[in-house]
């Protein structure tokens, strides 16, 4: 059973930058992958990013390729979300996830509201 507690949302004027970060509680395999989601009123959920625990590959929605990076800091248990060159089309409540090896994301933070002002 994996635990996540995400923080570090806010309200940042355009052009700005945040970073989120998901705190995990359990035990992570290397093959793992931690992915970052969001959720915009009246839209769909939609996946924003994904790094897999054990190393240091990545993958982004074209939305925000080159704007967003994730990392992750294995001692913390912790996975990070930076976010730059923020847009008001960001403005989501942003989620962190956790899928274990061959498995679809399963295990969900509470979730973190991100607001954009133009």
């Known amino acids: 059973q994996v635990q996540l507690v995400e923080s570090g949302g806010g309200l940042v004027q355009a052009g700005g930058s945040l970073r989120l970060s998901c705190a995990a509680s359990g035990r992570l395999a290397n093959n793992a992958r931690m992915g970052w989601f969001r959720q915009a009123p009246g839209k769909d959920r939609e996946f924003v990013g994904a790094i897999y625990w054990g190393g240091f590959t990545t993958y982004y929605a074209d939305s925000v390729k080159g704007r967003f990076t994730i990392s992750r800091d294995k001692a913390q248990n912790t996975v990070y979300l930076q976010m730059n060159s923020l847009k008001p089309e960001d403005t989501a409540v942003y989620y962190c996830?956790?899928?274990?090896?061959?498995?679809?994301?399963?295990?969900w933070g509470q979730g973190t509201q991100v607001s954009v002002s133009s």
């Open positions: 996830a956790a899928a274990m090896p061959s498995k679809k994301f399963e295990y």
